[in-house]
């Protein structure tokens, strides 16, 4: 990708509106904008960054599940059946915006922040016997919530991107045992991103997803919203919620203690949540009357899980967490371009401008060029240290077989 014939905008100065940290860089360096609180446009350099997290988090899910693409308008009468119409309190919906269009339709739709009950709801027209289980499947999809306080840049949205994985099962112990394989899968692509050393497993409550225990992937972020206690010799936490009193039941907080585990002992620290999974075990099939006949002729309700990732998250908290004074320090697997391209000439017969464009031509799909001739080194230099690119390359009458440094 070269400056000089593509849409690159970095910004020395910012709205002092704009209060998260990720959003202060990535704005900054060029890689979002911002459409409302908590919306965002995602620019040619900030897509390349949610594209490539997304193809890391998809090559993953495709070892264990099927990809497929929900809608994002669901309907009511889904959410009246498992009771979560009156109670999910980021819930959002959408309806006619005007009398004009009132008069085509004035029907009210649900916009997906989940889809456990509309994908349960049309499984019932697929399962009849053991045979048609297990199920596994996943999106990746924008999702709404009607968020509070929007004010964290990509860390909380009220518009995301998600992937949601979900399993479909005859039994509780098959459930579990394909739960365990997902928490591998997701340790393994937080590694791959550049956060595994840390993110830890974390013991949580469920939620609104299930009365059990669930568990969360915190990573370690002095500006994370939540507070975990962690265990650094078994690599496991603990989310605080979970010593309220009143959730104790839900995580089974007497098994952890017969297990050893002395909460006064562990460290405390802030995190923020990267992925999560739910056992939401025959929740959802009781209410949908999601079920199976078995070998014996008995009918059963089958088990589920859910299973979340907030990609675009993901991208404000890699940009939360690698930073200096300077601008963004991406890890290699996630960054926009491996190599930062700056040439220092006036005109295209220089042989340091010859020799960048032979590197770029060489390395073009992870190369970003800056190919301008009427922008100062200095300028070119900022640029470069606000993208954050791994390995910056620059090109000069001095170096004309380039210099490289690294970010």
Same mark, same amino acid.
């Given at each position: 990708?070269?400056?000089?014939?593509?849409?690159?905008?970095?910004?020395?100065?910012?709205?002092?509106?704009?209060?998260?940290?990720?959003?202060?860089?990535?704005?900054?360096?060029?890689?979002?904008?911002?459409?409302?609180?908590?919306?965002?446009?995602?620019?040619?350099? /900030?897509?390349?960054?949610?594209?490539?997290?997304?193809?890391?988090?998809?090559?993953?899910?495709?070892? &264990?599940?099927?990809?497929?693409?929900?809608?994002?308008?669901?309907?009511?009468?889904?959410?009246?059946?498992?009771?979560?119409?009156?109670?999910?309190?980021?819930?959002?919906?959408?309806?006619?915006?005007?009398?004009?269009?009132?008069?085509?339709?004035?029907?009210?739709?649900?916009?997906?922040?989940?889809?456990?009950?509309?994908?349960?709801?049309?499984?019932?027209?697929?399962?009849?016997?053991?045979?048609?289980?297990?199920?596994?499947?996943?999106?990746?999809?924008?999702?709404?919530?009607n968020e509070a306080r929007a004010k964290s840049g990509l860390?909380? /949205?009220?518009?995301?991107?998600?992937?949601?994985?979900?399993?479909?099962?005859?039994?509780?112990?098959?459930?579990?045992?394909?739960?365990?394989?997902?928490?591998?899968?997701?340790?393994? &692509?937080?590694?791959?991103?550049?956060?595994?050393?840390?993110?830890?497993?974390?013991?949580?409550?469920?939620?609104?997803?299930?009365?059990?225990?669930?568990?969360?992937?915190?990573?370690?972020?002095?500006?994370?919203?939540?507070?975990?206690?962690?265990?650094?010799?078994?690599?496991?936490?603990?989310?605080?919620? &979970?010593?309220?009193?009143?959730?104790?039941?839900?995580v089974d907080l007497e098994n952890a203690n017969k297990l050893?585990?002395?909460?006064?002992?562990?460290?405390?620290?802030?995190?923020?949540e990267v992925g999560n999974i739910f056992p939401n075990e025959?929740?959802?099939?009781?209410?949908?009357?999601?079920?199976?006949?078995?070998?014996?002729? !008995?009918?059963?309700?089958?088990?589920?899980?859910?299973?979340?990732?907030?990609?675009?998250?993901?991208? /404000?908290? &890699?940009?939360?967490?690698?930073?200096?004074?300077?601008?963004?320090?991406?890890?290699?697997? !996630?960054?926009?371009?491996?190599?930062?391209?700056?040439?220092?000439?006036?005109?295209?017969?220089?042989?340091?401008?010859?020799?960048?464009?032979?590197?770029?031509?060489?390395?073009?799909?992870?190369?970003?060029?800056?190919?301008?001739?009427?922008?100062?080194? /200095?300028?070119?230099?900022?640029?470069?240290?606000?993208?954050?690119?791994?390995?910056?390359?620059?090109?000069?009458?001095?170096?004309?077989?380039?210099?490289?440094?690294?970010?």
């Amino acid at each position: 990708m070269t400056y000089t014939k593509n849409f690159i905008k970095t910004k020395k100065e910012i709205s002092s509106e704009i209060e998260s940290k990720n959003a202060q860089l990535l704005i900054k360096g060029g890689f979002i904008r911002p459409q409302m609180a908590g919306v965002y446009i995602y620019l040619p350099l /900030g897509l390349r960054v949610l594209e490539k997290i997304t193809n890391v988090v998809r090559k993953h899910m495709d070892e &264990i599940a099927s990809e497929m693409r929900m809608t994002a308008l669901q309907p009511r009468d889904i959410w009246e059946k498992t009771n979560r119409l009156d109670t999910v309190d980021v819930l959002m919906k959408t309806i006619g915006a005007n009398e004009v269009s009132k008069q085509k339709s004035t029907n009210e739709y649900i916009l997906g922040c989940t889809h456990e009950d509309v994908l349960t709801n049309m499984l019932t027209e697929f399962v009849q016997g053991e045979s048609e289980l297990p199920i596994y499947v996943y999106q990746i999809q924008n999702k709404f919530r009607n968020e509070a306080r929007a004010k964290s840049g990509l860390m909380r /949205g009220r518009e995301f991107l998600m992937k949601d994985l979900y399993s479909f099962h005859t039994t509780y112990e098959d459930l579990m045992r394909y739960y365990e394989i997902v928490k591998q899968k997701y340790i393994d &692509i937080f590694e791959e991103l550049g956060i595994g050393n840390d993110t830890f497993v974390t013991l949580a409550s469920g939620g609104d997803f299930t009365d059990n225990f669930s568990h969360e992937f915190q990573m370690i972020l002095e500006s994370g919203e939540d507070e975990i206690l962690i265990d650094r010799t078994n690599k496991i936490a603990y989310n605080l919620e &979970i010593l309220d009193e009143n959730k104790a039941k839900k995580v089974d907080l007497e098994n952890a203690n017969k297990l050893g585990v002395d909460f006064s002992k562990l460290e405390k620290v802030k995190a923020s949540e990267v992925g999560n999974i739910f056992p939401n075990e025959t929740k959802y099939s009781k209410l949908l009357n999601l079920s199976y006949t078995n070998s014996d002729g !008995v009918k059963k309700y089958v088990h589920m899980g859910s299973y979340g990732i907030g990609v675009s998250r993901l991208m /404000g908290v &890699i940009a939360e967490k690698f930073h200096d004074p300077k601008g963004l320090t991406w890890p290699e697997n !996630v960054a926009p371009f491996k190599y930062h391209i700056c040439t220092l000439a006036k005109s295209e017969s220089e042989l340091c401008f010859q020799n960048a464009r032979k590197f770029y031509v060489e390395h073009e799909t992870e190369s970003l060029w800056d190919d301008r001739f009427d922008t100062a080194a /200095g300028e070119k230099f900022a640029d470069a240290d606000l993208i954050g690119c791994p390995v910056r390359i620059v090109f000069s009458e001095r170096n004309p077989d380039g210099e490289f440094t690294k970010r």
